[in-house]
C-alpha cells in the first residue's frame, strides 16, 4: 500500500508484530457497509462513475458473501481488515477499486468501523441485560412468599422476601442498560471525512455517509474524530460496571448455593463435580463470573493507558484498542447469558430459608421500634433492646419465650401487644415506605418490572 515511497520490503518479523487481521478481521460487515456508503459519497462527488460505483459495491457484497462463508483467505501481510478487504476488491474489479480509498485513511476508517461495531454490540448487550432482568423478575415471581435474612457485614440483619434481594439486582441492571443507552449515544458519531487527520481536499458529503449508515451525528471536528477512543473507553467502563453487578449477584448465589446457607440448589445443568470429591457440587457459573470480571477491569484500565500518552492525533499504540474492546463485549455477553439461563434453573429451599429467617434476632428492630411508639426515644430504645438481646443470649432463650414480666423488667413501656411484633408477616409488612419491602409493595416493584420489561 506504501510501495512508492520504500525501497526495502516489511521484514517478517515486523510484519509479524504489526499485523492485526487475527483478531481486527471481525470488523469485516461493518468495513464494508462503510466503504459501501463512502463509494456512494465518491459517486456524489463526481469521483466515482456510476458503473465504478456499482462494481465496487457488488464487489464488497461478494467479498462479504465469501468471508462470511469462510471461502475468503485473510493475508497477514496485508495488516488489517481495511487493506484485506481493499486488495482484494481490487483485485476482483481492477482499477475501480484502487479508487475507493479516495479522501479517506485507515484512521477515519477503523474509527467507523468499531463504531459501528460497538453500536451493534451496545444493542446486544442491553438486550442480554434485558433478559437477565427478566430471569431475576420470574425467580422472584415464582419465590413470593419466601423471607430470608437480608444481610450487612455478611451478618443476620432483618427478613426481607427473596424477591426483594433479587429486585435490588434488577434495579442495579437498570441502571447499567441506561449507562449503555447513555454511551450510546457518544458511538452514535460518524467520523468519515476526517481523513488521516485533516480531511480532505475532495469534499465529500458526510450527511449522506451518516445517514446511510444511521448515525444521528457526524464528528466537528476531524482532528478529534480519529484520535478519540472516549465512546470505547465509557463502554469498557459501562461493562466494567455489568461484570460487578453480577459478580455480587455470583458471590450471592455462591454463599446461597452453601451447605451453611442451603436457601438455593443450582441445577445439575449448571453446577460441575468434583473429579476427586463425589460429594461436590460446584457453583462454577458464579465464580467464573466472579473471575471474569477481573479482566473487565483489566480491558478499561488496559485502554485507558494505552490512551493517556498519546499526542494528536493517530497513533499506531491505538491498535491495542481493539483486543480490550473485544474481549470485554465478549466476555459481558456470554455472563449475562449464562447468568439468565442459570437462575431460570434455580431452586429455592424454602425450608432452609424459613429456619434461617425464623431466628428472633432479625426483630430486634423491631422491637425498638415499639418503644419508639410507646415514646421512648431511638437512642435509649437500642440500648434496652441491646440489654434485651444480652439476656437472651446470655440465658440462651428467644425473643418469644420471655414473658411479659421479662420484658417489663427491661422497659415498663412493654406491653402485652409486644408478642405481636415478634410476628414475620406482620412485622414484614409494617414495611410500607415505598422501596420497602412490605409484601403489598414487593408484589406492586414485580408487577411494574413485569410491565417494563414486557
Ligand atoms: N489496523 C490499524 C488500527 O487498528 C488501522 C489504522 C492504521 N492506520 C495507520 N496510519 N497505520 O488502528
Redesign the pocket.
Known amino acids: 500500500m506504501w510501495k512508492g515511497r520504500f525501497q526495502q520490503n516489511t521484514a517478517g518479523l515486523l510484519s509479524r508484530y504489526s499485523e ?1 487481521i487475527s483478531f ?1 478481521s471481525r470488523l469485516y460487515p461493518y468495513d464494508i457497509q462503510g466503504s459501501i456508503a463512502h463509494s456512494k459519497a465518491l459517486l456524489a462527488a463526481g469521483i466515482l462513475t456510476p458503473d465504478e460505483q456499482s462494481a465496487i459495491e457488488s464487489g464488497l457484497r461478494q467479498i462479504r458473501a465469501d468471508i462470511d462463508s469462510g471461502a475468503f483467505q485473510f493475508d497477514p501481510a496485508l ?4 487493506m484485506n478487504i481493499e486488495a482484494d476488491l481490487t483485485r476482483r474489479i481492477g482499477p475501480a477499486g484502487a479508487k475507493l480509498h479516495t479522501a479517506r ?3 477515519d ?2 474509527a467507523l468501523d468499531l463504531r459501528l461495531l460497538l453500536l451493534a454490540e451496545t444493542d446486544a448487550i442491553a438486550a442480554l441485560v434485558r433478559a437477565l432482568q427478566k430471569s431475576l423478575v420470574t425467580l422472584a415471581a415464582g419465590n413470593i412468599d419466601v423471607v430470608i435474612p437480608g444481610y450487612t457485614h455478611l451478618q443476620r440483619a432483618q427478613p426481607v422476601y427473596f424477591a426483594h434481594h433479587l429486585l435490588a439486582y434488577v434495579e442495579m441492571l437498570e441502571r447499567d442498560a441506561q449507562r449503555l443507552g447513555d454511551s450510546r449515544k457518544r458511538i452514535d458519531v460518524m467520523p468519515l471525512g476526517s481523513g ?1 487527520i485533516a480531511g480532505s481536499t475532495i469534499v465529500l458529503d458526510r450527511a449522506l455517509i451518516a445517514r446511510e449508515l444511521g448515525f444521528t451525528a457526524i464528528s466537528q471536528n476531524s482532528m478529534d474524530a480519529v484520535s478519540d477512543r472516549d465512546f470505547a473507553c465509557e463502554l469498557l467502563a459501562a461493562i466494567a460496571l455489568i461484570g460487578m453487578h453480577l459478580s455480587r449477584l455470583s458471590e450471592d448465589i455462591i454463599l446461597w448455593a452453601s451447605t451453611e446457607f442451603g436457601f438455593v440448589t443450582l441445577s445439575d445443568a449448571f453446577s460441575t463435580g468434583s473429579s476427586l470429591m463425589p460429594q461436590k457440587k460446584n457453583p462454577d457459573v458464579a465464580e467464573l463470573t466472579r473471575g471474569k470480571t477481573g479482566r473487565l477491569y483489566g480491558n478499561l484500565i488496559a485502554l485507558l493507558t494505552t490512551l493517556k500518552g498519546l499526542p494528536l492525533t ?1 497513533n ?1 499504540d ?2 491495542e ?2 483486543e480490550p474492546v473485544f474481549d470485554s463485549v465478549d466476555t459481558i455477553k456470554a455472563a449475562l447469558d449464562i447468568n439468565a439461563a442459570m437462575l431460570a434453573e434455580i431452586t429455592v429451599n424454602t425450608a432452609r430459608a424459613a429456619a434461617a429467617v425464623s431466628d428472633p434476632m432479625l426483630l430486634a428492630t423491631d422491637l425498638a421500634d415499639y418503644l419508639v411508639r410507646a415514646g421512648l426515644p431511638f437512642r435509649q430504645a437500642h440500648e434496652v433492646i441491646g440489654k434485651l438481646v444480652a439476656h437472651c443470649i446470655e440465658t440462651n432463650r428467644a425473643f418469644p419465650q420471655l414473658d411479659l414480666a421479662a420484658f417489663q423488667s427491661f422497659s415498663s413501656l412493654f406491653g402485652p401487644d409486644v408478642f405481636a411484633v415478634l410476628d414475620l408477616r406482620r412485622a414484614l409488612d409494617a414495611r410500607q415506605a415505598p422501596g420497602a419491602p412490605s409484601l403489598a409493595n414487593v408484589r406492586a416493584q414485580i408487577g411494574r418490572w413485569q410491565g417494563v420489561l414486557g
Open positions: 492485526s481486527d495488516e488489517d481488515i481495511h485513511s485507515r484512521n476508517q477503523v488521516a493517530y499506531r491505538m491498535q484498542d481493539k
